[in-house]
């Protein structure tokens, strides 16, 4: 069992940054960032391995968001920079316990309870 529970969005302009975290209990295998707009699917945004340490991004975010997560492997972080209006979702952070595709959804076993980014232009 993996409880998640994420902080940090909020009202930012564009450029600005934000930074997401999410509070971890319990064991995983990946860890991963996905967004959601009304009438669209949830989309991966960024994944890290939890015992390897390596990283995924969606195109529309390289080199813009950066995903780590603490030593104690408690908490996982996405540091948002340069925020566009697009970027503007509901981010889940979502613990997957088994091999997978690191941007599907359908892999991930446990979800938070998302917080919403708005960007304002």
């Known amino acids: 069992q993996v409880q998640l529970v994420e902080s940090g969005g909020g009202l930012v302009q564009a450029g600005g940054s934000l930074r997401l975290s999410c509070l971890v209990s319990g064991r995983a295998y990946m860890m991963g960032w996905f967004r959601q707009t009304p009438g669209k699917e949830r989309a991966s945004v960024a994944a890290?391995?939890?015992?390897?340490?390596?990283?995924y991004y969606a195109d529309s975010v390289e080199g813009r968001f950066t995903v780590s997560r603490n030593n104690a492997s408690t908490t996982v972080y996405l540091q948002m920079n340069e925020l566009k209006p697009e970027d503007t979702a509901v981010y889940y952070c979502a613990a997957r316990t088994r091999p997978g595709s690191y941007d599907n959804r359908e892999d991930y076993d446990y979800w938070g309870q998302g917080t919403q980014v708005t960007v304002s232009s």
């Open positions: 890290i391995g939890w015992i390897v340490t390596k990283t």
